[in-house]
């Protein structure tokens, strides 16, 4: 029988050889289910900012059913739908600002630690929203720094 290929955006397996399996990935069938693969994982801003430049599918808000389904260049979204998502991408936004962790660590490595002038400047910036120290179990990299900041070594090599 032999080696088998199998495409795990497809679901879909078949006889490996160099003919077949570049044919099945220059295919449209495999390009629609890879898409429609990483999109399932984008951010929600970028959905909403995506589906708010199109404009509504005719036929969808019709019949409720479109025969170019997710691959449709209208959108599907309701008034609603697009309403709940805006609020959510807001909630989000309130709840982690961007670059927290980041500008915390940048601040430290580039002046060292605190000194007398700074304490009053670095007020605003030590102040940690209490939305992101609620939520159970967050990343290490998203994680606010220790109270002192983080001890670096005169030492240290990077890289």
Known sequence: MGRRYYCDYCDRSFQDNMHNRKKHLNGVQHHRAKKAWFDH??????????????????????????????????????????????RQVEAWLMVIPVDL??????????????????????????????????????????????PGGWKVKVNTEWG
């Open 101 to 146: 962790e980041f500008s915390f660590s940048i601040i430290y490595l580039c002046r060292g630690p605190k000194t007398k002038e700074d304490s009053e400047e670095s007020q605003a910036e030590s102040d940690i929203p209490q939305q992101l120290l609620s939520i159970p179990d967050l990343p290490p990299s998203l994680l606010p720094p220790p």
């Open 41 to 86: 994982f984008r951010d929600s801003s970028a959905i909403l900012h995506d589906e708010q430049t199109k404009k509504p599918c005719r036929k969808f808000l019709q019949k409720g059913i479109c025969d170019f389904g997710p691959n449709c260049r209208f959108s599907h979204m309701s008034e609603e739908d697009l309403f709940n998502l805006k």
